[in-house]
């Protein structure tokens, strides 16, 4: 395939050895491979997202019920003030 890329070690782009299609955590496809003269990982990030097969759609009438949110009026402690006395 001999895909062109740039090594960082090197400072020029170089063919790519041992190419190698990767899939990123961002779902993006990249070309991983060496490069020949220093060895360095090299990458090509580039082509779409991949896609991913949707989930399957819940059937009519199966949702869950929405939890009651339990919101208890927060009591506030009073606090008694302090007067001087003569």
């Not at 895909?3 to 170089?14: F, P």
């Not at 082509?47 to 949702?63: D, F, L």
């Not at 927060?74 to 606090?79: D, G, P, S």
Request: proline share 3%.
């Amino acid at each position: 395939m001999a895909t062109q890329a740039y090594c960082v070690k090197c400072k020029a782009k170089r063919d790519m050895e041992d190419e190698k299609q990767i899939t990123m955590k961002n779902g993006q496809r990249a070309l991983s491979g060496t490069c020949p003269v220093c060895g360095t990982k090299m990458f090509k990030i580039g082509g779409g997202r991949v896609k991913v097969a949707a989930a399957p759609k819940a059937k009519a009438g199966t949702r869950k019920p929405a939890k009651k949110s339990s919101s208890k009026s927060k009591v506030k402690a009073k606090t008694k003030s302090k007067t001087k006395r003569k």
